[in-house]
């Protein structure tokens, strides 16, 4: 059975940084398409930043030069450096996972969260003024 577990998630200051992270377990593929979406009150959800098994990575703009996303085989595990956290950003984060690497090409998993095919339940961080 596939999973994916996030954690990381806390209350912190404007300024401030966290790490989120995402076990993956139940299976290992060396082909994949990784991202994290995030979903605030009354908003829809929204792409936050995407990588490959070839480590590219993808971003939203309003996240670029603060969050870094990235992987790491060994312990199946999904990271999000989130730094200069901002009000803004406060939402709950999810993980997400599609087994073909092109999904991430193009930013076709930001148009197409839908066909993620597996996703985590969530890690809430919320950012104060």
């Known amino acids: 059975q596939v999973q994916l577990v996030e954690s990381g998630g806390d209350s912190v200051q404007a300024g401030g940084s966290l790490r989120l992270s995402c076990e993956v377990s139940?299976?290992?593929?060396?082909?994949?398409?990784m991202a994290w979406f995030r979903q605030a009150p009354g908003k829809e959800r929204e792409g936050v930043a995407a990588i490959d098994n070839d480590g590219s990575t993808s971003y939203t703009d309003s996240v670029k030069g603060r969050f870094t996303i990235s992987y790491d085989n060994a312990k199946n595990t999904l990271y999000l450096q989130a730094n200069n956290l901002k009000p803004e950003d406060t939402a709950t984060y999810y993980c997400a996972s599609n087994l073909q690497p092109w999904f991430c090409y193009s930013g076709t998993w930001r148009r197409r969260p839908d066909d993620m095919t597996y996703w985590g339940k969530g890690t809430q961080v919320t950012v104060s003024s």
């Open positions: 139940g299976y290992i593929s060396v082909s994949y398409c």
